[in-house]
């Protein structure tokens, strides 16, 4: 540690989590844990403020050209930060995506420069695109945090570098996508290809703007298909500006389009597309369920969807109490609550709850909110008024159905959309606040008595997407981990998410997954190829 002590105080956003990290010292050698600190040791000192940042692209992305809209329509792109407008950025809809998609078909043909291109050189220019995102990573980081409010540090030195890595990663598996030869009966020769399934449909949330675009781009890419990609209307410009950097870099036209429109224009037509094979959602799943229902009124379009959860995080008596309080912190209050993995059904064991919520008020009342560009900002804002609304909407109703308020629960400030960091205490499980996505910084702590109790309660959701357990245990460990349904379960830890391992969910949370070797199978088809020889050997 004394290393990592040297380095410390020049890492700001290593120190900010070091209290964290400690805690997970037993999953990772200490060289590793350096690397960790180190690759986000970048600086927090930036040219660019609140009010300096250029915004250079504002038009639809499509077949390599920015484009104005159809219709001529504009949409307001707000600050959460300030409420202040920061630009207008081109609407599309139908038609938009009608001009997208064919484009996109055409750089699909059959002997197209995309298509004959070699696997090896898709990867490649996945790799120049990582590079020049990384070239450009103060600007972008900047970008970001105008657009979604989230602090200057985490946009660069978590989005962004999370980016980066993601694009790398699948464009290390470009020509590493393969089939097989198999042994079948007869005098066959069989073997499979994994072909690109076409034109996809993409649909990215607003709480990691650029980095959801590329985890949806970097799949899809890396097996040879082409994309629309229809980003939220409250974040559009760092995946517009990301359009810009594929263009630079060498990607033929068509073979990535970028949308920025509304949810019931521009991504019901991508839903409903008949020329579009695949579409990969993530956001809620009210609007998954009518992806979904789209698909099965048209084309039967494939569909893999990342949607909502409400999270358990149990922590038994025999956890290190230090490390439960980290991981419970950063589990709800990063990205300000804004993460639909979040931890916010909290379920402590009775011997050690009111030591843990007493912990856990200190540590809220700790968090920094205000200008993103401030380095000791740690707590942005929610992403607009709509969200701020029903996030204060739901801290009433906690507290007129009795749970206890230990701290927060009302607006910061009278510019922006920010909400004091929350924590609720004497939460019982039938309440708004212990059911319902709240997706802002509203933590809900309930008490349990036993493993098999808090199993059962723990499962009582519609959602899967996530969960963690606290404890030393080891045998109590892989119990609640078998037992509990979720797609991602953390122990003694939470938020540890690496490009290497698949993220998504069970139950109404959605299917498929994304992020590592798991993503690509859901934009390939298996194609089964059987000749038919003279004689066959072994």
Known sequence: WMQIEQISFKLSYYNEYKSYLRTIVDQMSLNRLILFASRRALSTATKFNSSNVPVLQTELFINNEFVPAQSGKRLEVINPSSGSIVCDVAEADSTDVDIAVAAANKAFE????????????????????????????????????????????????????????????????ADKVQGKTIPADGSTFVYTKHEPVGVVGGITPWNFPLLMAVWKLSPILACGNTVVLKVAEQTPLTALYLAKLAKEVGFPPGVINILSGYGPTAGDAIARHPNINKVGFTGSTEVGKLIQQASGETNLKRVTLELGGKSPNIIFDDCDLDQAIAGAHMGLFFNVGQCCCAGSRIYVQESIYEKFVKKMVEKAEQRVLGDPFDPKTNHGPQIDDVQ??????????????????????????????????????????????????????????????????????????????????????IDRIQHVTSALKAGHVWVNAYNVLSVQSPFGGYKQSGFGRDLSEYALSHYTEVKCVTTAIPQKNS
Not at 120 to 144: C, F, N, Q, T
Not at 396 to 416: C, N, P, V, W
């Open 110 to 173: 059959y002997g197209s420069v995309w298509r004959t291109m070699d696997a090896s050189e898709r990867g490649r220019l996945m790799y120049k695109l990582a590079d020049a995102l990384e070239r450009d990573v103060d600007y972008v980081a900047a970008l970001e945090s105008i657009d979604n409010g989230k602090p200057f540090k985490d946009s660069k030195n978590a989005d962004c570098a999370l980016a980066i890595n993601c694009l790398r990663y699948f464009a290390g598996w």
């Open 388 to 473: 701020m609304e029903k996030i204060l909407g739901l801290i009433e109703s906690g507290k007129a159905q009795g749970a206890t308020l230990e701290t927060g629960g009302q607006r910061f400030g009278d510019k922006g959309y920010f909400v004091k960091p929350t924590v609720f205490s004497n939460v019982q499980d039938h309440m708004d606040i212990s059911t319902t996505e709240i997706f802002g910084p509203v933590m809900q702590v309930a008490s349990f008595k036993d493993t098999d109790e808090v199993i059962e309660r723990a499962n009582n959701t519609e959602y899967g997407l996530a969960a963690a357990v606290f404890s030393k245990n």
